[in-house]
């Protein structure tokens, strides 16, 4: 991922959009401060947080699924997901 000015952004413009559509990142600065991204149009997908939620939700309804296979007793999904949460507020930041 390149860092690029908010001023080289405005100067070149339909480069910075052809290496983008081209498979390159960037992070746009402004007075030194990180303030957007120009990523390409397939990244959008994997940041934007409905669809990121949407994928977990489905891998835990996988999980689920291949649990309910095991003789041992079954956790539903809001307690696997209240797993999850509780293993994030459990990691140091």
Known sequence: ???IT???V???FGQVLDEAAA???FIVERAGLPVAAIVPLRDLE???PVRV???RLAAVDELVRIRATDPRPRPDREEIVGWIRDGREERPR
């Open 23 to 25: 498979g390159e990142r």
């Open 46 to 48: 994997a940041t934007d």
């Open 6 to 8: 908010a001023l080289a």
């Open 1 to 3: 991922m390149r860092t």
């Open 53 to 55: 939620r949407e994928r």
């Open 10 to 12: 405005r100067a070149k």
